[in-house]
Protein backbone atom coordinates (compact mmCIF):
# COMPACT_ATOMS: atom_id res chain seq x y z
CA UNK A 1 0.00 0.00 0.00
CA UNK A 2 2.74 2.43 1.02
CA UNK A 3 6.42 3.31 -0.70
CA UNK A 4 9.13 4.69 1.48
CA UNK A 5 10.92 7.27 -0.05
CA UNK A 6 13.94 4.26 -0.46
CA UNK A 7 12.22 1.98 -2.40
CA UNK A 8 11.11 -0.04 -0.30
CA UNK A 9 7.33 -1.22 -1.19
CA UNK A 10 4.24 -2.54 0.63
CA UNK A 11 2.13 -3.79 -2.69
CA UNK A 12 2.55 -0.94 -5.42
CA UNK A 13 0.58 -2.10 -8.09
CA UNK A 14 0.97 -0.14 -11.83
CA UNK A 15 -0.87 3.05 -12.15
CA UNK A 16 -2.55 3.23 -8.63
CA UNK A 17 -3.32 7.16 -7.84
CA UNK A 18 -0.96 8.41 -4.93
CA UNK A 19 -0.95 10.53 -1.84
CA UNK A 20 2.41 11.55 -0.52
CA UNK A 21 3.28 12.02 3.12
CA UNK A 22 5.74 14.48 4.41
CA UNK A 23 7.03 13.83 8.13
CA UNK A 24 8.90 16.64 10.10
CA UNK A 25 10.40 16.86 13.03
CA UNK A 26 12.84 14.92 14.79
CA UNK A 27 10.08 13.55 17.29
CA UNK A 28 7.71 11.74 14.20
CA UNK A 29 10.91 11.28 12.22
CA UNK A 30 11.98 8.91 14.48
CA UNK A 31 8.63 6.92 14.49
CA UNK A 32 9.03 5.77 10.60
CA UNK A 33 11.58 4.24 8.72
CA UNK A 34 11.55 6.83 6.03
CA UNK A 35 10.11 10.62 6.05
CA UNK A 36 9.05 10.70 2.69
CA UNK A 37 6.06 8.34 2.12
CA UNK A 38 4.31 7.26 -1.24
CA UNK A 39 0.61 5.43 -0.07
CA UNK A 40 -2.01 4.29 -3.09
CA UNK A 41 -5.66 5.62 -2.77
CA UNK A 42 -8.40 3.42 -4.31
CA UNK A 43 -10.82 5.85 -3.42
CA UNK A 44 -11.10 9.64 -1.64
CA UNK A 45 -9.62 8.87 2.07
CA UNK A 46 -9.52 10.99 5.22
CA UNK A 47 -5.77 10.94 6.45
CA UNK A 48 -6.45 9.15 9.61
CA UNK A 49 -8.24 6.28 7.98
CA UNK A 50 -5.49 6.47 5.17
CA UNK A 51 -3.13 6.02 8.28
CA UNK A 52 -4.60 3.56 10.04
CA UNK A 53 -5.29 1.28 7.13
CA UNK A 54 -1.60 0.34 6.78
CA UNK A 55 -0.42 0.40 10.18
CA UNK A 56 2.68 -1.22 9.23
CA UNK A 57 4.13 2.37 7.75
CA UNK A 58 2.10 4.37 10.53
CA UNK A 59 2.29 2.61 13.80
CA UNK A 60 4.66 4.99 15.63
CA UNK A 61 2.79 8.05 13.92
CA UNK A 62 -0.88 6.95 15.33
CA UNK A 63 -0.13 7.51 18.72
CA UNK A 64 0.39 11.44 17.86
CA UNK A 65 -2.85 11.33 15.56
CA UNK A 66 -5.33 10.35 18.04
CA UNK A 67 -4.25 12.08 20.64
CA UNK A 68 -4.12 15.49 18.16
CA UNK A 69 -0.40 15.45 18.52
CA UNK A 70 0.01 16.07 14.72
CA UNK A 71 -0.40 19.19 13.30
CA UNK A 72 -1.75 18.08 9.61
CA UNK A 73 -1.63 20.11 6.15
CA UNK A 74 -2.56 18.65 2.66
CA UNK A 75 -1.44 20.81 -0.22
CA UNK A 76 -0.04 23.16 1.64
CA UNK A 77 -3.29 24.40 3.65
CA UNK A 78 -4.17 23.56 7.39
CA UNK A 79 -6.11 20.54 7.43
CA UNK A 80 -7.86 18.19 9.98
CA UNK A 81 -7.16 14.02 10.51
CA UNK A 82 -10.85 13.89 8.82
CA UNK A 83 -9.55 16.09 5.54
CA UNK A 84 -10.75 14.30 2.21
CA UNK A 85 -7.58 13.42 0.70
CA UNK A 86 -7.20 12.09 -3.55
CA UNK A 87 -4.48 11.53 -6.25
CA UNK A 88 -1.76 13.56 -6.39
CA UNK A 89 -2.47 15.37 -2.83
CA UNK A 90 0.78 16.09 -0.18
CA UNK A 91 -0.14 15.92 3.41
CA UNK A 92 2.71 16.89 5.87
CA UNK A 93 2.74 15.97 9.20
CA UNK A 94 4.72 18.35 11.70
CA UNK A 95 4.68 17.42 15.77
CA UNK A 96 2.12 19.38 17.76
CA UNK A 97 2.86 18.64 21.67
CA UNK A 98 0.66 21.90 22.59
CA UNK A 99 -2.77 22.10 20.83
CA UNK A 100 -3.78 24.68 22.43
CA UNK A 101 -2.63 28.11 20.60
CA UNK A 102 -3.39 31.41 22.48
CA UNK A 103 -6.22 30.07 24.13
CA UNK A 104 -7.99 28.21 20.54
CA UNK A 105 -7.75 24.52 19.99
CA UNK A 106 -6.31 23.35 16.48
CA UNK A 107 -8.67 21.65 14.39
CA UNK A 108 -7.73 18.06 15.41
CA UNK A 109 -8.47 18.69 19.14
Not at 11 to 22: N, P, W
Not at 42 to 53: F, H, K, R
Request: aromatic share 6%; glycine share 6%; proline share 6%.
Amino acid sequence: MCIKANGETNEKKGDEAMVKILVFGQTLRDCVEEPEIECSVEAPITVAALMESDPESFKGLLPFLRSSQLMITVNQKISTSETVVHDGDTIKLTPQFNPEYEGIFWHNA
